[in-house]
């Protein structure tokens, strides 16, 4: 059985944090606010693969109020995500993604990016979709207020032997 998911991620850009994108620090003078480091790709694709099994959100999991993920490596909690997927007897199939940014630019990033999927995943790299694409200056990411993230994944039931 083949599963879809979808999911959407968005936070505001601040002086004083560090921008963590898929895993990966990237130099910037902001980074996004949040309760963990605010990863908005490791987010969406969270959100992707809970609703592709119907587990519910991230924030229903990982909640902001609660103090044990302040501050937490997203990373972490993609971990715990793919963990429950993996529980429910599916593994990833494949993966698109990307990342809304007017700045900063993000091309040579992705590379990294996708071999960190990759290994969370345990999949190979052509499994993993990573792009970047700008808003041309219009609305909250065009003004660089925010970097949002969209993520759509395909899951597959792990066949059992016997």
Same mark, same amino acid.
């Given at each position: 059985?083949? %599963?879809? *998911?979808?999911? #959407? /991620?968005?936070? %505001?850009? !601040? =002086? ?7 895993g990966v ?8 606010? *949040? ?6 790709? #490791? ?13 519910? /959100? ?5 909640? /902001?109020?609660?103090? %044990?993920?302040?501050?937490?490596? @997203?990373? #972490?909690?993609?971990?715990?995500? #793919? %963990?429950?997927? =993996?529980?429910? &007897? ?38 993993? @979709? ?5 808003? =041309?200056?219009?609305?909250f990411t &065009? ?5 949002? @993230? ?6 597959? =039931? !792990?066949?059992?032997?016997?």
């Open positions: 059985m083949l %599963r879809i *998911g979808f999911g #959407y /991620d968005v936070h %505001r850009l !601040v =002086e004083g944090r560090k921008l963590i994108l898929g620090e990237i130099p910037f003078t902001k980074g996004l606010l *949040g309760h963990s480091d605010a990863d908005v790709l #490791y987010h969406a694709i969270a959100d992707a693969l809970l609703g592709a099994l119907a587990l519910g /959100d991230i924030g229903r999991h990982f909640p /902001d109020h609660d103090e %044990r993920f302040r501050g937490i490596n @997203s990373g #972490y909690l993609l971990q715990e995500v #793919y %963990r429950m997927v =993996e529980e429910q &007897g599916y593994c990833l199939n494949n993966l698109d993604a990307v990342i809304v940014a007017q700045k900063p630019k993000l091309l040579p990033y992705i590379p990294l990016m996708r071999e960190n999927l990759a290994k969370i995943f345990k999949t190979p790299l052509n499994n993993i @979709s990573v792009k970047a694409t700008t808003t =041309e200056g219009l609305g &065009g003004r660089e207020e925010g970097i949002a @993230s969209y993520a759509v994944i395909t899951v597959k =039931e !792990v066949l059992k032997n016997g």
